[in-house]
């Protein structure tokens, strides 16, 4: 499975940014897909996943203000994000679940000025 994330970008704090990330290769019986991001001086954490089932949870930091979706081929992953923060700014890497795998994209990067 390759994913490809897009999106990321340069945004004023209160803005606004949409990422997306297709997967390719194996696709078939994806399972969770999300959202991490990495933030200078700290660890990887989970922004926003979403099972198959369309459970969904979110980091504290992000309830309300953003949203992850599925396209219904379950190829595509979204990450609408509102009322952006500078502490948002990051990479965001987007995963997938695969038959106990996970995949990473290669990470776009998310600038939100003060």
């Known amino acids: 499975v390759q ?62 203000r953003f949203t992850i979706s599925r396209d219904s081929t379950d190829t595509k992953v979204f990450l609408e994000m509102l009322r952006l923060k500078p502490e948002d700014t990051g990479v965001y890497y987007c995963y997938a679940e695969r038959a106990m795998h996970d995949f990473w994209g290669q990470g776009t990067e998310v600038t939100v000025s003060s």
């Open 3 to 64: 994913l490809q994330a897009s999106g990321g970008g340069l945004a004023q704090s209160g803005g606004r940014l949409r990422l997306s990330c297709v997967a390719s290769g194996m696709t078939s019986g994806m399972q969770d897909m999300g959202w991490y991001r990495q933030t200078p001086g700290k660890s990887r954490e989970m922004v926003a996943r979403m099972t198959f089932s369309g459970w969904k949870e979110y980091a504290d930091s992000v309830k309300g």
